[in-house]
């Protein structure tokens, strides 16, 4: 685990699989762009910063919680689609 509160690009990359991007039909998908696609699916919250770069908190990986104490586990979704 890095000092970091965020995953490294390294750490990214081995926690979704995701090293490279691929062509698909004729176009280059980025490998960040495969990242925070699998991350949306696996529900896992994450913000993308303006370089296109899918940024985890370490703590939405590790969780926060004490020992022992249940926290109930939600979908995570983007605040656009959320209920007011």
Known sequence: MSNNA???PEEVAEFTGI???KRI???TVHREQ?????LRTQGIPFHVNARGVPKILWSAI?????AGQQVE????QPKALKAA
Do not use: V, Y
């Open 19 to 21: 090293r490279t991007g």
């Open 34 to 38: 495969l990242q925070a696609e699998w």
């Open 6 to 8: 965020f995953l490294t």
């Open 62 to 66: 590790a969780g926060t919680r004490a």
């Open 73 to 76: 586990q939600q979908a995570w």
């Open 25 to 27: 039909n004729g176009k």
